[in-house]
Structures are given as C-alpha cells and as structure tokens.
C-alpha cells in the first residue's frame, strides 16, 4: 500500500495547494506589502478584539 498516492501539490496563481485527488485539503501563500501598502490596515483573521485584563 502506497498511502502518499492520491495526494497531489501544486503550485497555481502564486499560492501553494495540498490535495487530495481533486480536493483542496489546504491553501498558503504569502506576500510583501508594496510602498502603496504601507500605511493600510491589516486585519489578521482570529485578531479582531483585543482586551486588557490587567489586575
């Protein structure tokens, strides 16, 4: 048995897939701001409320 068979990884558009036969198990890429991004905000998903818990 060849568990490895099946997976396939490809590079499309700039960004880096990991599959399994024709489905998309998982997506990355990355990027560099331009000197036009500089100053824009940049929301990160997960990081939308910060809270100060001090004592």
């Not at 399994?20 to 489905?23: A, G, I, P, Q, T």
């Not at 000197?35 to 100053?39: F, N, S």
């Not at 905000?41 to 998903?45: E, F, H, L, S, T």
């Given at each position: 048995m060849y568990p490895w068979k099946g997976y396939?990884?490809?590079e499309e558009?700039?960004?880096l897939k990991l599959g399994?036969?024709?489905?998309s198990?998982?997506?990355a890429s990355s990027w560099e701001p331009t000197?036009?991004?500089?100053?824009a905000?940049?929301?990160?998903?997960g990081d939308t409320h910060h809270e100060s818990h001090d004592s």
């Open positions: 396939t990884l490809v558009d700039g960004c399994w036969k024709d489905l198990l998982l997506t000197d036009g991004d500089a100053d905000d940049v929301a990160v998903a």
